[in-house]
């Protein structure tokens, strides 16, 4: 028959305290593992909500090449009432996507962000009716996200940026 050897008491108490430490360490490393696996689930369904969106505006584009010509190459707007009309209704989906883009950069890889502020700066700086789509509705749009993409001006992160 096996016997356990007879620990003292005061030595149980020492040993049941190594023990709780050890496993408040590895339920630590467990947590660490499981915030940053769920932190590139969160990442990667961010990329497919916003890559989701941005195949709709492309094909929106593909039916209507005549816009995309002006939101994209700079040229002059096709005339007519109906096109002028879907300008602007264009203008402001994609500003209320680059908005969302914007303030989902915190869910994105940073590399990811970095690339979408860089094609948003693009598309405002080569668009009239986009940047007078997001200059003419101030109070729709945070200053954060109007500043960064239509001057390039980034502002250090605070919690109550946007609401500046």
Known sequence: MFHLPHIPPEQLGTLAEWAAALAAVVTALILIYQ?????????????????????????????????????????????????????????????DLFDDVYH???TMPPRTFEEWRTYMRKL?????????AMESRTDW????????????IVRPKSRWSRFR
Not at 43 to 59: C, G, H, I, P
Not at 124 to 132: G, I, Q, S
Not at 141 to 152: A, E, F, T, W
């Open 141 to 152: 749009y945070p200053k954060d996200y109007r500043d960064d993409v239509l001057y390039g």
């Open 35 to 95: 915030i940053q696996d769920l932190r590139k689930t969160v990442q990667n369904q961010t990329y497919q909500a916003v890559y989701s969106e941005m195949l709709k505006l492309d094909r929106f584009f593909f039916d209507n090449w005549e816009l995309r010509e002006h939101f994209y190459e700079g040229k002059p707007l096709p005339q007519g009432e109906k096109m002028q009309a879907q300008a602007k209704i264009v203008a402001e989906l994609i500003c």
């Open 104 to 106: 989902q950069r915190s």
């Open 124 to 132: 405002f700086k080569e668009c009239e009716v986009l940047r007078t």
